[in-house]
């Protein structure tokens, strides 16, 4: 007797906004977890950010392509990885926005601290080229900016990890059966 789960077709649509969710949920604890503790920098917290993401776009793809009796085609896969990438960079985005606005606004403050550190660091820069590169930095450190491109960036990141596992996951169904 067949499994139901095998052989129910599924859009992918549903299945990559369950798993958009799914991965926005895992990345906004991450993150919480990572400003709370200060560990932003942390290369360990980065490596884990993003196998969440590839494996949560890439078990989306599975998902879908059991769901869809063994058969998804390059399409669908960057479909339902696109779709998941754009709830997960969604879900992010908004809590990036009230991160910054309402939980912890003074850590705008810590990030331009830490830019003027580093161009005081280059010793090539003069007080006046500082000065004009954390009047540009400043612009770009407002929480709808860095909401917005989060969003963006997850969604770019989100397509192109979605082009290379739907490479690997695909199994197109035959033509002629």
Not at 24 to 46: E, P
Not at 71 to 99: D, H, P, R, W
Not at 134 to 162: E, H, N, Q, R, Y
């Amino acid at each position: 007797m067949e499994s139901t789960a095998a052989t129910t077709t599924a859009s992918t649509t549903s299945v990559g906004l369950r798993y958009g969710l799914l991965i926005g949920l895992l990345s906004v604890l991450i993150s919480f977890v990572s400003y709370t503790m200060q560990w932003q920098d942390s290369w360990a917290v980065r490596i884990i950010s993003l196998a969440v993401s590839i494996g949560g776009i890439a078990f989306a793809q599975r998902e879908f392509k059991l769901r869809n009796a063994g058969f998804m085609s390059f399409g669908q896969g960057v479909s339902v990885g696109t779709v998941a990438a754009c709830v997960m960079g969604l879900l992010s985005a908004i809590f990036i926005y009230f991160y910054l606005s309402v939980i912890a606004p003074e850590m705008i403050a810590q990030l331009l601290e830490k830019a003027r550190q580093g161009m005081e660091a280059k010793n090539n820069l003069s007080d006046e080229q500082i000065e004009q590169g954390m009047a540009m930095t400043a612009k770009f450190m407002k929480p709808p900016f860095m909401a917005g491109s989060t969003l963006v960036g997850s969604i770019i990141f989100g397509l192109i990890i979605s082009l290379i596992t739907s490479a690997f996951i695909k199994n197109a169904k035959p033509e002629f059966e």
